[in-house]
């Protein structure tokens, strides 16, 4: 009990929130490489998946591939890189690591989504004239749009989690407060941290949740 009277006098100190070591810039640091890592992961699994959906081709292969990357600890590949030529360019590793961590999720429940598509709908929209590109965006895109919304969800959530990584190779983020508190034995600092990022995640988690409710009911939820 008096640890976690401990965390709320930490939480409720105004000095642990402010300056370049507080939570406010910790908290921005984390959303910046969230949205980072969120960002390139999507636009590398996004196009793949939305094309091989509309192909019905090789989608298998690359969602299986993709699902294998997640037996590998995120924290195995940030160290495996740091070893690398790529370990000089500071939160480089991180950014690939955290990349490579969030493509799963993305890349199955795009592709997921665009074969779940009504086919009944796909052939009347190709009776209509449609061309490709236009099935693509008028038709599959909109329909699968609930279930790319999930795994974009799902991604963000794991990031903000898993980002903490980051402050274990001297990068920024909520993780930070954490390391600190174990460099200065401070259990309450430690938990205050860890409390910050489960309250950032369940926010992110809610926040796309609202806005998966502006998305068609058909296919919400999904794979993961």
Same mark, same amino acid.
């Given at each position: 009990m008096n640890t976690l009277t401990e965390v709320g006098t930490w939480l409720a100190t105004a000095a642990n929130w402010s300056g370049e070591n507080g939570v406010w810039h910790r908290l921005v640091e984390h959303l910046l490489l969230t949205v980072v890592c969120l960002a390139l992961s999507a636009l590398i699994a996004l196009p793949v998946a939305l094309t091989l959906g509309h192909l019905g081709r090789g989608g298998a292969l690359a969602v299986n591939l993709a699902n294998?990357?997640?037996?590998?600890? *995120?924290?195995?590949? !940030? +160290?495996?890189?740091?070893?690398? @030529? =790529?370990?000089?360019?500071?939160? /480089?590793?991180? $950014?690939?690591?955290?990349?490579?961590?969030?493509?799963?999720?993305?890349l199955t429940n795009a592709y997921v989504g665009m074969r779940t598509v009504d086919q009944d709908?796909?052939?009347?929209?190709?009776?209509?004239?449609? *061309?490709?590109?236009? !099935? +693509?965006?008028?038709?599959?895109? @909109? =329909?699968?749009?609930?279930?790319? /919304?999930?795994? $974009?969800?799902?991604?963000?959530?794991?990031?903000?989690?898993?980002?903490t990584l980051a402050a274990l190779v001297g990068g920024g983020g909520l993780g930070r407060i954490i390391t600190a508190g174990f460099n200065l034995a401070?259990?309450?600092?430690?938990?205050?941290?860890?409390?910050?990022?489960?309250?950032?995640?369940?926010?992110?988690?809610?926040?796309? $949740?609202?806005?998966?409710?502006?998305?068609?009911a058909r296919a919400r939820g999904g794979p993961r």
């Open positions: 294998a990357g997640r037996a590998v600890p *995120t924290f195995a590949v !940030l +160290v495996l890189l740091l070893l690398t @030529p =790529l370990g000089r360019y500071g939160e /480089l590793p991180t $950014v690939i690591a955290l990349v490579l961590f969030a493509v799963p999720p993305l709908v796909v052939r009347a929209a190709r009776g209509m004239g449609m *061309t490709g590109p236009q !099935l +693509v965006w008028r038709v599959e895109v @909109p =329909l699968a749009l609930p279930l790319v /919304l999930t795994g $974009v969800r799902i991604a963000a959530v794991q990031l903000v989690a898993t980002a401070s259990t309450p600092q430690v938990v205050a941290g860890a409390v910050l990022v489960a309250v950032f995640a369940l926010l992110v988690e809610a926040a796309f $949740v609202a806005g998966q409710r502006l998305a068609p």
